[in-house]
């Protein structure tokens, strides 16, 4: 018999709690997203996590340590070479990537990749360069509207990205050149994380906006997961955000697509007052698509707030033989230096109406305690090269 029927999962994307030991390798020392936020803030609210444990994980400076938390609170470390959302995730879910995914921040994309976009998809290939989702539609997109060029950008991210706009470029359009490109980064040289589709709205600058029709062509997961495993055995997986993008759709029985981080809570909230047994996986991406990555500390505080209200309303509705994780997948310090993620380790609260105990767990080596935990809990077996053991047995 299972000891939860229903198991949320929560990603607040890039919620970092300190750098991991090996932070150094990748220039990140002394990042603290959530830390670094809260000093930064005059005024910072988070009743709900911190009845959880949150501010027992890592000191903040408006939020006192709670003597009595309702849940149990750790931190986990990354054990894959990496510290994008892909790696996270996987990683959450059994998988060891121990080759980073291709980057190509500094430079662009090779010559003969974009030469060979152009020519596949019969438009010219504009940008080429790491930049912010927004200042390039203010650079670029009036020239694409006149000219139906292509915009093409990437980031700290191991992604390559293509704006379009739905009146003049299309839509079906933008994900046919999407495809392409995907296909063309599947070689080994060139090969990046994710393909992502960024179409806007707008005719001049100052007035564009990115829409929720993005869409994201990840590569496969490189082994099966918690995930192959739960819906082998028929249980339902309930993905919420990106999450069927991240794993390219294995695993996943249901999905659910999110136009903010906000909608990705009302969506989980009304998930749990419904009938289902098995997982439910969300991703909150605004934590870092739109604070992280752009170094807005305020936002990134207020967006956590926001979060924090609507974790009280899933709290409420939460039955008694459900579980609770909430956890991130790599840090994005909003207060460091340039625009990358940030390696750090990431917190882990767990809490359910059932347990009669609460308090401070173990700090974890690899983020696939969490994948080890459902599959536990479910009573099925993990997929051969899964990483990860269980911690059920401390949840009581």
């Known amino acids: 018999m299972n000891r939860f029927n229903r198991i949320f999962v929560i990603v607040i994307d890039s919620l970092g709690v300190g750098a991991m030991a090996d932070a150094y390798r990748f220039g990140d020392e002394g990042a603290n997203t959530l830390g670094h936020i809260s000093e930064s803030m005059d005024i910072f609210t988070i009743p709900n996590l911190q009845k959880l444990g949150m501010a027992n994980i890592v000191p903040l400076k408006q939020v006192p340590a709670n003597d009595h938390p309702k849940g149990y609170y750790g931190r986990l470390n ?26 190509f921040t500094d430079s662009g994309f090779p010559k003969e990749l974009i030469e060979e976009l152009e020519k596949r998809t019969g438009h010219k290939v504009i940008g080429n360069k790491s930049a912010s989702g927004t200042e390039i539609l203010d650079e670029l997109a009036e020239e694409e509207i006149a000219t139906g060029n292509m915009i093409v950008y990437t980031s700290a991210d191991s992604v ?21 490109a995907r296909e063309i980064t599947m070689r080994d040289e060139w090969k ?32 099966k997961t918690a995930l192959d495993a739960l819906k082998e055995a028929g249980l339902d997986v309930i993905s919420i955000g990106k999450i069927k993008d991240i794993f390219d759709g294995e695993g996943i029985t249901r999905s659910l697509k999110s136009k903010s981080s906000v909608h990705g809570m009302e969506q989980t909230v009304e998930t749990a007052k419904e009938e289902f047994h098995g997982l439910c996986f969300v991703n909150l991406v605004d934590f870092d698509a739109l604070w992280g990555h752009r170094r807005d500390t305020i936002g990134y505080a207020h967006e956590i707030e926001k ?47 059932a347990f009669k105990n609460a308090g401070a767990l173990p700090e974890g080596d690899t983020f696939a305690i969490i994948g080890a935990t459902i599959a536990d809990n479910f009573q099925v077996s993990m997929p051969d090269g899964t990483i990860g053991t269980s911690i059920l047995s401390i949840l009581i």
């Open 78 to 103: 990354e054990a894959s070479s990496g510290k994008d959302t892909m790696t996270g995730h996987w990683e959450m879910m059994g998988l060891h990537v121990a080759t980073p995914f291709r980057t």
């Open 160 to 180: 390559l990205q293509i704006c379009g706009n739905e009146e003049t470029f299309d839509l079906e359009e933008l994900y046919r050149c999407c495809e392409i």
């Open 192 to 223: 990046v994380g994710r393909v992502i589709a960024r179409p806007y709205v707008g005719r001049k600058r100052g007035e564009f906006k990115r829409t929720s029709n993005r869409h994201d062509y990840a590569l496969k997961p490189i082994g």
């Open 307 to 353: 979060f924090d209200k609507s974790l009280g309303k899933l709290l409420n509705v939460l039955r008694e033989d459900d579980l609770l994780f909430i956890t991130a997948d790599h840090g994005n310090d909003p207060t460091y230096k340039g625009t990358d993620h940030t390696r750090e380790k990431v917190p882990l609260l767990a809490y359910s109406h």
